[in-house]
């Protein structure tokens, strides 16, 4: 019953950082420091899902998180609506993979 307790705590976070505008900072600060290399958001996606992936161990608390600040922000920038979900959602499916996963933990009763 706890093991799933992350998952809406997890998308409260990401809302919390949706709306303070904190999220849009940090993407701003990734941005720069990536210069002009092409398809930068989308490196950007894969990095931060992994990394939220680890700290979190959902999958979906990241792909809901990572859907709500960076697809509307990589739109805005130019990015086309497959170009901007592809990253986030296979960013979601390596945190099946990374520990500590919820998935992973909870194997056959």
Request: glycine share 14%; hydrophobic share 50%.
């Amino acid at each position: 019953m706890f093991s799933l307790l992350p998952v809406p705590l997890f998308i409260l976070m990401g809302e919390v950082l949706f709306h303070s505008g904190l999220a849009f900072r940090a993407i701003d600060v990734l941005d720069k420091w990536m210069g002009r290399l092409p398809g930068r958001l989308g490196l950007v996606a894969v990095g931060s899902g992994a990394i939220l992936a680890a700290l979190s161990g959902s999958s979906m608390g990241t792909t809901a998180m990572m859907g709500s600040i960076l697809s509307p922000e990589m739109e805005r920038r130019g990015y086309k609506k497959p170009m901007s979900i592809g990253p986030i959602i296979g960013s979601g499916g390596l945190a099946i993979m990374i520990p500590p996963s919820f998935m992973a933990l909870s194997g056959p009763p």
